[in-house]
């Protein structure tokens, strides 16, 4: 079963040395959720919106990032290794959820930990 969130991965795109670029555990640990109004043509969507074809319909009301509720999970927008490097192919567009999801947050430890990283806040001094 997959963790929820409805909750920013990262303006991490944009900064080198941010640890999501390295990461992307969140992308490959929770479902996403977030209202069809975000969608490509929607009235909140960031820049583009977020691709259709890139979501499931879960109800009326709410839309999932395709692949977040398989087994295991991973985003559909997720480009690259979980771990390694990693960046979101509609980062401009990524919904709310993601949006609002940042590295401090108890649930980033819960994706590091399920990925077999150390939490964001034990992680060791860059060189």
């Known amino acids: 079963m997959t963790e929820k969130i409805t ?8 900064e080198p040395e ?4 390295s990461c992307g555990a969140c992308c490959a640990a929770f479902c996403v959720d977030f ?3 975000e969608l490509a043509g929607g009235v909140y969507a ?3 919106g ?3 074809n890139m979501t499931v319909p879960v109800t009326a009301a709410m839309v999932r990032m395709r692949g977040t509720d398989d087994f295991p999970p991973r985003c559909v927008a997720l ?3 979980v771990g390694q490097s990693v960046s979101c192919r509609i980062y401009a567009s990524r919904p709310s959820p993601c949006r609002e ?3 401090a947050h108890a649930a ?8 077999g990283m150390l939490p964001c806040n034990r992680m060791p001094a860059s060189p």
Not at 108 to 115: E, K, L, M, T
């Open 7 to 14: 909750g920013d991965f990262a303006a991490a795109n944009t």
């Open 18 to 21: 941010n640890p999501c670029r």
């Open 35 to 37: 209202h069809p109004v």
């Open 46 to 48: 960031w820049a583009s």
């Open 50 to 52: 977020v691709p259709v």
């Open 79 to 81: 480009a690259g290794e």
């Open 101 to 103: 999801f940042y590295p």
């Open 108 to 115: 980033c430890d819960r994706a590091r930990w399920r990925h």
